[in-house]
Nanobody, 122 residues
Framework: QVQLVESGGGLVQAGGSLRLSCAAS????????VGWFRQAPGKEREFVAR????????YYANPVKGRFTISRDNAKKTVDLQMNSLKSEDTALYYC???????????????WGQGTQVTVSS
């Protein structure tokens, strides 16, 4: 079992930055890829970024490429999402998710956090 808790969300002006963190418990966490997803009101949950279990491979959705950076520290069991140059369209509830397959489809993740709200004002 893996439990995930997100933090770091908040209100920020357009052009600003936020750093989200996903803290995990469970021995198998370091084996799992981790992804970040987001869901805006009235919209479906969408993939944002993912990172392999080792941290050596990352992948980003086109809307965030070049602005967001995903990283992980397996010793601390955390996965961070650094978000720069934020836009109003980045406003959403952000979730982290872990393994076992960890691709762009939400169904490839077995464990989910409760989410952290990011609001970008224009």
């Amino acid at each position: 079992q893996v439990q995930l808790v997100e933090s770091g969300g908040g209100l920020v002006q357009a052009g600003g930055s936020l750093r989200l963190s996903c803290a995990a418990s469970g021995r198998t966490f370091t084996n799992y890829p981790v992804g970040w997803f987001r869901q805006a009101p009235g919209k479906e949950r969408e993939f944002v970024a993912r990172i392999s279990g080792s941290g050596g491979s990352t992948y980003y959705a086109n809307p965030v490429k070049g602005r967001f950076t995903i990283s992980r520290d397996n010793a601390k069991k955390t996965v961070d999402l650094q978000m720069n140059s934020l836009k109003s369209e980045d406003t959403a509830l952000y979730y982290c998710a872990a393994g076992p397959y960890g691709l762009e489809n939400a169904s490839t993740y077995a464990y989910w956090g409760q989410g952290t709200q990011v609001t970008v004002s224009s």
